[in-house]
Nanobody, 127 residues
């Protein structure tokens, strides 16, 4: 599975961006999808995830109420709508894909839950 993330860029604090991640796999609808981010000098952290059928979504407390994850299985794409951006949201954002039945006992906010990772897209937020 190849993942191509896009949509990053420079935005002022309070602004919005929508990230997209398109997967090469035909059976995209069987993949759990997640977004993680990594700021300079910091560990990669969970941002949001959506189950293979879109029936469950998860967001980290730090972005709750501001970020929304969604998916379009017909387009093999997962989205991360980011509103009310803050300077602390600046990071490289990575999308990740996990096979539906891969380590189902792990929560969605765990990196090990995901088999495939995209190259990342940079989000910069100016204050």
């Amino acid at each position: 599975v190849q993942l191509q993330a896009s949509g990053g860029g420079l935005v002022q604090a309070g602004g919005s961006l929508r990230l997209s991640c398109t997967a090469s796999r035909r059976t995209f609808s069987s993949l759990n999808m997640g977004w993680f981010r990594q700021a300079p000098g910091k560990e990669r952290q969970f941002v949001a995830a959506i189950s293979w059928n879109g029936g469950a979504t998860y967001v980290s407390d730090s972005v709750k109420g501001r970020f929304t994850i969604s998916r379009d299985n017909a387009e093999n794409t997962v989205y991360l709508q980011m509103n009310s951006l803050k300077p602390e949201d600046a990071a490289v954002y990575y999308c990740a894909a996990g096979l539906q039945d891969y380590l189902p006992g792990l929560p969605f906010n765990t990196e090990r839950r995901y088999n495939y990772w995209g190259q990342g897209t940079l989000v910069t937020v100016s204050s």
